[in-house]
């Protein structure tokens, strides 16, 4: 069964200490990986899609990466302003998305 | 260009009760998928519609329903509502959702069912 485990649960930084979020999935056949930010009380927020092994996107502080088995989102000098859940899914060739349980990011000033 | 816009925001229903909600995706947009977001679960595909065809279905139990208009506007039914359907209900547009196509998210729609 196509799973997507991130880890860790909860990250807490301080404003300019980067860091690593994890994605580790299982699929039948990865078509896409997307990253998303979800602020409280909001819908998702897409960042990137991802649909290779040895792909790398960045925008701004955040840079995306992707192997066979796990995808990261890397988090250069953080700021408080990208406190949020960050979540990340997969559509397998079936087109079902599969979204992990997310990373709740908080960045102290 | 809007973004994609759910109604309503809020909704308290009781058990047994039905409820439909709506979607309308970004100008252009013709796969409106529904997403169901809880603690527990977190998020969780329930179905894709294109072309007013239903293309792609989650898990979910035949209560869940939805359909899509010729206007890509699509709406999701809910029957004999259960405590457990209590969440938020996602929205996501996509020009024709491809895997080159990027989801864009509505605000979602709060559902309590007491």
């Known amino acids: 069964e196509d799973q997507v485990t991130q880890s860790p649960e909860a990250l807490r930084l301080q404003e300019g200490e980067s860091s690593s979020l994890n994605c580790s999935y299982t699929?039948?056949?990865?078509?896409?990986l997307f990253w998303y930010r979800q602020d409280p009380g909001k819908g998702p927020e897409f960042l990137f899609t991802?649909?290779?092994a040895g792909e790398e996107k960045e925008k701004e502080r955040l840079k995306a990466t992707l192997t066979k088995k796990e995808s990261f989102l890397h988090i250069t000098a953080p700021k408080p302003e990208d406190s949020a859940t960050y979540l990340c899914a997969v559509q397998a060739n079936n087109n079902d998305m599969r979204f992990g349980a997310g990373t709740r990011l908080t960045v102290k000033p | 260009k809007a973004g994609v816009t759910q109604t309503p925001r809020y909704l308290i229903k009781t058990r047994g009760q039905q409820v439909t909600l709506s979607c309308s995706p970004i100008?252009?947009?013709?796969?409106v998928s529904w997403y169901q977001q809880t603690p527990g679960q977190g998020l969780q595909f329930l179905f894709e519609?294109?072309?007013?065809?239903?293309?792609n279905k989650g898990n979910f139990p035949g209560r869940f329903s939805g359909r899509q208009f010729s206007n890509s506007r699509s709406e999701m039914n809910v029957s004999t509502l259960e405590l457990g359907d209590s969440a938020l209900y996602l929205c996501?547009?996509?020009?024709?959702?491809?895997?080159?196509?990027?989801?864009?998210f509505g605000p979602g729609t709060r559902l309590t069912v007491l």
């Open positions: 100008s252009g947009h013709r796969s």
């Open positions: 519609y294109f072309s007013e065809t239903q293309r």
């Open positions: 699929v039948s056949g990865l078509r896409g």
């Open positions: 991802l649909y290779s």
């Open positions: 996501a547009s996509s020009l024709t959702g491809s895997r080159t196509d990027t989801q864009y």
